[in-house]
């Protein structure tokens, strides 16, 4: 932390904040500057939190954070990039790109399993499909629960497939464990702590989505969050951030994949449906999110998008998503992974 | 919803896609225009989101939502302001304004207590205080838990205030409901959608918070989450969007007063302390927001804010806020609310 | 500037960043952190931009400017408010407020002179009114050019009313100066430096719009372009930032006021039409500035709102006015200010 | 345009509406829905933003425009893509990728010299560079005006690559013109008509960056505004928009490739210096953007970033500069393209 002093402060102002700064657990270390002086707070950088209350005593300006706030995700600690196994023989991380796929929401047997087949046939490696839905209005359908756990744990019997699928209340976690290879947060909750916190002491590895104004930092404390309480298997997904642009649902931020890449040893996969919300779109971006270096991509696929009871404007069709794997072979080839 | 269709597309195209709108349960009326034809889908508006799947149909341009998505929130199910009790005798909505003070996170005893006298004797007529807190940081100080909601309990004993605190996690609903007289929702959990559910069924009234990126539209829809469930005392707290401007932690949506008040029939509070993130901002935004025509104001006070454990920057001192209430008194004349 | 070293650094690293620092002519302070060495570069703040090229030296993490780059809109630099005449007898930035009204463009001759007698029966001291009009699309009304300056200028003669208007082109700064009494930037050309320069050599006031996605520190930079002219009569106008919300045609950031007013000794005023694009929430914004401390307002008023040719939506009518008028002196008196 | 009428809106009401409507030249078509009516007004596009201001009379609840307001920029007019030379045997729009290189300003001959020699023979077709540079600070280096044009020709001179640089005022069009094969529009200028109004009428094509909080709609208006003075040569740039993200310097919108070859005819070029403003970010970012569909790149290349005068940190050198492209063409190859 850098505490800046407001302009004119005296050597008393001055005593007092290295008096407060000591009091909390730091040394002080002031530098003098030409129209104003600074003071660098040393000490362990978690807890610096503490040190922005400065901000409230009269001589200070600011209060200026220069590290990054997270350990266990961060580079510093773990220099390599972390490769997992999400369900047996099926890893992320590594050379081998993972796509996972199905559709928005969980709707019934032969939906689910006609789009599983195709999205298994097309080469995808992990089924996704929604039990529980968040949805803005209470009037929208909200999901199959614990019957829609059912058909994905059918489909899975049937294809092969493992599934993740999202867990909404802290209540549901050994719920949804017990029928999901992969837990999955949703944007919405990606600062729901206490369903954080729960997961980290799952033994099941969890796909992290970016909240819609999640800064980066942000993201990752929330990951913090599931890795300090003992689960190593965290899977970031950025899915679009909100912006004032309206000609997508959200804009998507693939700049995220080389910073995340610089910043965290965890996988990144990208969600190319939400972010676009429209399934004209999504082809484009999925080549560049493997272009741009993503461990993976999580797309919506559903065997009758105009029917779809959620999402079917950005629900690519089996032939579609059939098309996308092939072309996407070519784009991993030149950016040396495998598909 | 009106549906637009792509310039060129035939009669044929039009016909399917009149052919699924009736099929979806409602009535295509379609005007044909000079580039291109729009279809009107005329029935209940509350299912219409499943009109949004047309716009996967090869000839359809895009669908165009044109009314509010949500009725018991709305104005025009209850066109007069609802007025109702937060606590006996403590009523929001009418022509008092009400204000709630208190520090960020209960902290101890002392802090509490201090804290509650100061305001009640500024004018405060709600204490506020968190026991349980979401934090960005897992290594950030959590909250006192049930012990905090114990010393809030303590304080309205000694000082007659009633209590808003915090609800984080929805097995936590019944804990803190024992002790609290208003439930709040942070804004981390605009979206929680069982939280808001759960709350909807108890019989206390409910302080949500917008979230930083959450629209009038959205948060209207959660408000609507907890009104379906039988709860009809729902106030909205707006407390600062997110945005590019650093100047502030949060840019206050004060536009949000008269939009919310033009919608809905129900209270709306401002928090110019987490939108704002300085003390030194706080005063103008309480000024601000009671001319702009809210119904109260959530203000941050510490009785030493320079120790705080949390947000101490934003949190006025005991002084500052009784100066705060006495000048606010005249703004709220001005407005023809009494304080 | 504060450099701060990536962790594992070495001396030699330290040594060659402290070398280019002084090479850029600035001291270098180094501080040793328990995780890594920051570095306080000392010198003239105003040209410490160039130090942030070294953030492209291999061990350096981040360049963190602390101080703000302005310096002639700066309280430091003169800390009492600025007070100056926009027109003989016309002043800004002391205890009366100013009020600014008239239609967003003049039309033509009986809609402006209506349109200023009006505004100047409910108290407002300027008329506005756009003669170049910079409009998204080509095709919608640009405005009436010299024309429009012309009427303008008539309607000075008739009511007595100074006038101010917007310059867009460079080209036309003498052409507008002659006829106009304030020179308005609009927030599309907020950085359209060509013209703030000319601006700053004139001799007459400006008003300059903040822009849609302008931050409060690069408004500054702006105005300080025009200061650094030698033109010391600025005023700045805050008329909503561009946000996800789409309730509002912008989002009206209110906080700027008290942010402002703490930075600079630049007079501050609100234009709660453009900000909101809806007339019926243009009072409560009026009565939300003048609480928030600012000097003055910048309102839209047409004598026929459903006929203008350009945001009628958001223009008042006479009547509206007046009633604003009235309402908001009570307000400003509560401000302690006059009307 | 959809007219929605407000609930309970009577018969007179509609008829007054419509009344309106007919007066603007438009025909009404009513449909009677469930809560309420809705017209839509039927007639030529480009003029309807006049139908705005109906939502000035008392019982129209809004008004939604459903068409977009460009024409000449818009695939229905022209649905092939737009293929053009920037400068004799340099084409865009068409199989061969285009690549745009140089330093952010042109600082003196051995920088610009030694640069643009680094970049051809890496495989760049264009150099770029900036003689006038818009600097939000007034004291920070402005370019070197003319200077930095007759240096740019100097270049293009010895190395035979044409030039693409900016031009800031109306006033400096023809001398810029005289120098350049490329005009550059930045992102500050978007929406600086008469500057694009004047850049119509010339014989050279225009580079037309993106505004950093421009929708895409407006962003195709800007291009209208040149293409309607005549000029068909517009290159569209996305260079990052800005958010809430501070990780990057902005955040590069890249879902806006396909959304813009969906839209429009015209060329579309990604800068991926400005957008993320770090150079490590820079390499990820290219290879995502020829993979999105881009028709070319705009990057920054520095002889030596650590003196750069301006934006140093987000230059490539020339090694890596060489790596990208290197790297580039694999993922060009993947894209049907050449490079």
Partial sequence: MIIVMKKGAGKEALAE???RIRELGYKAHVIHGESRDVIGAIGDERGKAILQSLESMPHVEAVVPILRP???????IKPEPSVFELAPGVSIGGKELLVMAGPCSVEGESQ???TARAVKAAGAKILRGGAFK???SPYAFQGLEEEGLKLLAAAREVTGLPIVTEVVNPRDVDLVARYADV???GARNVQNFPLLRLL???NKPVLLKRGMS???QEFLMSAEYIL???NQRVVLCERGIRTFETATRNTLDLSAVPVLKEQTHLPVVIDPSHSTGHASLVPAMCYAAVAAGCDGLLVEVHNDPETASCDGPQSLTPEDFSAVMEKLRRFAAAADRSL
Avoid: C, D, M, W
Wanted: hydrophobic share 30%; no cysteine; glycine share 8%.
């Fill in 183 to 185: 837990l999955q947060v």
């Fill in 200 to 202: 980290g002491q799952q």
């Fill in 134 to 136: 968040p949805r803005t």
């Fill in 70 to 76: 997270y350990k266990l995700a961060s580079r510093e």
């Fill in 228 to 230: 300090s309480e003992g």
């Fill in 112 to 114: 689910l399993l006609e």
């Fill in 214 to 216: 999640t800064t980066i």
């Fill in 17 to 19: 904040v290295k008096k």
